[in-house]
């Protein structure tokens, strides 16, 4: 059974200049698709005065092996978490080497695809 997902990921602190936001959502992209599989799409979205984010939707058919690429996209691309949205059965999670740092999921913050 296939689980659909929606991932937040952060554009600023990866290592890349304003010139280069569209390579660094390539990176993050290309590595999530190398971890899960190619079931997925991906929006950037801008905000003044926000941090620019890559909205990523998908399906993936190994709840673990979708933890693990969002923990490990988080240490790749320096940030302290990701942030994972299951649409059904509604439930959200921080995921990252310092997710603990931002409190819980909220829903409110989070960029729906």
């Not at 698709?33 to 984010?53: M, N, Q, Y």
């Not at 490990?72 to 310092?98: E, F, N, W």
Request: proline content about 5%.
């Amino acid at each position: 059974m296939s689980i659909s997902y929606e991932i937040n990921v952060g554009l600023f602190d990866a290592g890349h200049a304003d010139d280069g936001l569209w390579s660094a959502v390539h990176d993050r992209y290309s590595y999530l698709e190398s971890l899960i599989g190619p079931k997925a799409g991906v929006d950037i979205r801008f905000h003044p005065g926000e941090e620019p984010t890559a909205v990523i939707r998908g399906k993936a058919d190994d709840y673990g092996k979708l933890y693990m690429a969002c923990y490990m996209i988080s240490v790749k691309l320096k940030q302290d978490c990701v942030a994972l949205y299951l649409p059904s059965p509604g439930t959200g999670h921080l995921i990252g080497p310092r997710a603990d740092q931002w409190g819980n999921f909220d829903l409110d913050y989070f960029e729906r695809f």
